[in-house]
């Protein structure tokens, strides 16, 4: 007997307001029968595909009803339907179909210990005895209701609501007979204020092309990867006493195609692996790629953590990029962003309408120096959204390293705020955020032996780079911003004044191996009004290129792994311009060019000389020979292995030095090995040639051995025992 009218389930169901849709829809016990109902709006009819047994509509609304003994009917039956446009369709019930996501998965969710939450958060596809379709789930703990959109259904959140897990906060449903490749949203309802929000999927894979900001169901990988041999020595590296010398780009403004457009994934890959194979480095670190509405962001206000950017193709094609880099013995990092979310409607922003993956006090969870929502490092959801997606990058994507942004504004409640909420015991450390970080690390570092998280971290925070069991934060290496920033701030003064200014170069070796340290030279050195590097050196154009030669030697010799921002390398004039490209151009000039060759030699020198490399970690690995002579603003060092050592020379002066006694580790005869004032790199070519220089038996800077060297201008020198 059909029902007269509805009842209130089935009003909830019309108001789309329910949160447990399948009580409603779908096969029901019904006396000694059953009954199958279906809620299809703009249907004009329905039927059973399995007995072609039609569905009778309950009047004056779009639900339709069948009841019977139900014997014959599959457990998984077919709906055909006509809608009001005259077209036909054939599925299966979405509503006929048991929970599919195992309980032990959301106990691990809720605890905070589920580290591969994407195989069942988000849209993946899935099957369920034989038939294929769309497993669709989300967080969402204070909806009242919600539902999937997508161009299958007109984008109508009555269509396909899903069913609630009770205690878990995560809603689910599973469509068949749809693939990937489909646009979709979630439709998240307020239990308490009602509010209606159409929202991007968290873990959404992909998604369209901006200003459009739809999820796309990206289908299962078939990528066929070819760098196994990469991952098999990457596991077993001693990657701290290897060479580690890293070009940071960022993929929209390095090249473009011929009308301004952007170069693909597969694109980029064969022409950036080229140059970064002929350059010298041994890694790339890619400015966030993970899926970004805006541009001028250039990729840290994220919106899909777990998607490459749809601006330069499609996740197999970024999966095309990693390996290539592999092949061709190159590591890949990407630049990854815990710290803050952007506040873009779409997004995570009020997620179910309450402060979801935020913080609902403002002093808590909003960075007012970029505009942003910071995470609740407290919450154990919060945490497997994050470190999921970390793992998802090192094991979808072979990932070989994690930049963390913004460390910092982590770990201090107090970051760049005047109004801030101490933690439990009065203190401004962010103690949720402490753990998190550590959790990280531990997780990522099991998951994906071998890979690295490096902290861009400005401050003098212990043990960033120490074990997590011994109290550390368990990052592998660190940005080091003390001797980037004291370092640009000592060349910034005329030469005349250096002298007064020496500390500010030897300062860095009283904390150089309190952790491990990477020498950053990043995208932040060359942007907001900073320019560029070459014309943050004083002087005119030759003392600028001289100084810039001078200070890229003593980066790649002082201890610490290096990091260049592309441009960088070749002395770009401008101030880098994300909406452009880099001005290649100016290599067709000499001292451009010759600024591209030192990179190129300094970067093959290190890789090749294990005393530059061997222990960048170790107090054993440096000894200066002379850091006193501020007067002549020269330092001069050894870089050593038990097996190797160099000796290094800077002036910081336009003056060249001519006889300068230094004292040497050993007798013999030493070869300069480099000349940052070599013509070759647009200098004055004045140095020691290509001839020996002898040892002498005379005591100097308490070495019973000294060389009488020739130092150029505005240049180093390194020295070399001849073989």
Known sequence: MIEAKLNDEMIRIAEARHHDPFSVLGRHPCGEGVVVRAYIPHATEVSIAEGNLPLERIPDSDFFQWQGSGKNLPAHYRLIWRDTWHHDHIAHDPYSYLPQIPDFDLHLFGEGRHSHAYNFLGANEHEI???AGILFAVWAPNAERVSVLGDFNHWDGRRHPMRVRPGSGVWELFIPDIASGI??????????????????????????????????????STYVWQDTAWMERRVAADWQHAPMSTYEVHLGSWQRGYEGEFLSYRELARQLVEYVTRMGFTHIELLPVTEHPFDQSWGYQVTGYFAPTSRFGTPDEFRYFVDLCHQNDIGVILDWVPAHFPKDAHALARFDGTALYEHEDPRKGEHLDWSTLIFNFGRNEVKNFLISSAVYWLDEFHIDGLR??????????????????????????????????????????????????????????????????????????????????????YMAQEPIYRQY????????????????????????????????????????????????????????????????????????????????VLDWYVLDFPLHAGMQTLVKDLNHLYRRSSALHG????????????????????????????????????????????????????????????????????????????????????????????????VPPLAGIVLALST
């Open 129 to 131: 005895d034989g038939v």
């Open 183 to 220: 646009f979709y949203r979630f439709e998240i309802r307020n239990r308490n204020s009602g509010e209606v929000l159409t929202k991007s999927d968290p873990y959404g894979r992909r998604f369209e092309m901006r200003p459009g900001n739809a999820s796309i169901v990206a289908p299962r």
């Open 404 to 489: 963390v942004d913004a460390v910092a504004s982590m770990l201090y409640l107090d970051y760049s705020r005047t109004e801030w909420v101490p933690n439990q015991y009065g203190g401004r450390e962010n103690i949720e955020a402490i753990d998190f970080l550590r959790q990280l690390n531990a997780t990522t570092h099991t998951e994906a032996p071998g890979t690295l998280v490096i902290a861009e971290e400005s401050t003098s925070w212990p043990q960033v780079t120490r074990p997590t069991y011994i109290g550390g934060l368990g990052f592998d290496i660190k940005w080091n911003m003390g001797w980037m920033n004291d370092t640009l701030r």
């Open 501 to 580: 200014h020496h500390d500010l170069l030897t300062f860095s070796m009283l904390y150089a191996f309190s952790e491990n340290f990477m020498l950053p030279f990043s995208h932040d050195e060359v942007v907001h009004g900073k320019g560029s590097m070459i014309n943050r050196m004083p002087g005119d154009e030759w003392q600028r290129f001289a100084n810039l030669r001078l200070l890229y030697t003593y980066m790649f010799t002082h201890p610490g792994k290096k990091l260049l921002f592309m441009g960088t390398e070749f002395g770009q004039g401008l101030e880098w311009n994300s909406a452009g």
């Open 615 to 710: 222990n960048e970690f170790e107090w054993q690995g440096f000894e200066w020979i002379d850091c006193h002579d501020s007067q002549q603003s020269i330092l001069s060092f050894v870089r050593k292995t038990d097996d190797e050592f160099v000796v290094v020379i800077v002036n910081f002066t336009p003056v060249p030095r001519m006889d300068y006694r230094i004292g040497v580790p050993q007798p013999g005869s030493y070869r300069e090995i480099l000349n940052s004032d070599s013509h070759f790199y647009g200098g004055g070519d004045l140095g020691n040639g290509d001839g020996p220089l002898v040892a002498e038996e005379v005591p100097w800077m308490n070495r019973p051995y000294s060389l009488s060297v020739t």
